[in-house]
T-cell receptor, first 113, second 115 residues
Framework: KQEVTQIPAALSVPEGENLVLNCSFT??????LQWFRQDPGKGLTSLLL?????REQTSGRLNASLDKSSGRSTLYIAASQPGDSATYLC????????????FGAGTTVTVRA | DTGVSQNPRHKITKRGQNVTFRCDPI?????LYWYRQTLGQGPEFLTY????????KSRLLSDRFSAERPKGSFSTLEIQRTEQGDSAMYLC?????????????FGPGTRLTVT
């Protein structure tokens, strides 16, 4: 069974600092990995999706890397802003014909003004 | 297109009552998923549909839970004889049938509180 872990569970940084969020998974045979943002009491917003054949994906200030062999992904958020405060979740999709996502518990980020 | 929508957004019910939630996926998406999220945890998969066919159910989906997608468009999730342990956020997602990524897009969720 795929286990997804996100450490730390919470992170507080001053505005302007770069954020580094970690995600690890136990089974490296994944199809893709998705990073989501969740605001308190809200649904999930997809940030980036990385295919298993890719090493990284970028969108604006966000960059996600994937090292499938070591079972790790990292989400980098450059020049953090108070509006980046949220919970960030990673999720892996296991195989081509398996569509359910396995999620980590998330990292809750607070960016201090 | 306005994305995935879910109704109601909040539901408070007494233990033992039945509740039903609705999800309207993105219009061209053939796959629809239900997840459950408890406080401080990531979402857990419950079930998914491809068009009107329910293709997989998690062991989390006890006999008290039933999901339908009668015409391959919207879906309903019903919980019978609710228990306090059912209190959670119920999330719906949808994705396309074809394409490389099959990226899942989530709705705002329905927050269920069982008193």
């Amino acid at each position: 069974k795929q286990e997804v872990t996100q450490i730390p569970a919470a992170l507080s940084v001053p505005e302007g600092e770069n954020l580094v969020l970690n995600c690890s998974f136990t089974d490296s045979a994944i199809y893709n990995l998705q990073w989501f943002r969740q605001d308190p009491g809200k649904g999930l917003t997809s940030l980036l999706l990385i295919q298993s054949s890719q090493r990284e994906q970028t969108s604006g200030r966000l960059n996600a890397s994937l090292d499938k062999s070591s079972g790790r992904s990292t989400l980098y958020i450059a020049a953090s802003q108070p509006g980046d405060s949220a919970t960030y979740l990673c999720a892996v999709r296991p195989r081509t014909n398996d569509y359910k996502l396995s999620f980590g518990a998330g990292t809750t980020v607070t960016v201090r003004a | 297109d306005t994305g995935v929508s879910q109704n109601p957004r909040h539901k408070i019910t007494k233990r033992g009552q039945n509740v039903t939630f609705r999800c309207d996926p993105i219009s061209e998406h053939n796959r629809l998923y239900w997840y459950r999220q408890t406080l401080g945890q990531g979402p857990e998969f419950l079930t998914y549909f491809q068009n009107e066919a329910q293709l997989e159910k998690s062991r989390l989906l006890s006999d008290r839970f039933s999901a339908e997608r009668p015409k391959g468009s919207f879906s309903t999730l019903e919980i019978q004889r609710t228990e306090q342990g059912d209190s959670a956020m119920y999330l719906c997602a949808s994705s396309q049938l074809a394409g490389i990524s099959y990226e899942q897009y989530f709705g705002p969720g329905t927050r269920l509180t069982v008193t």
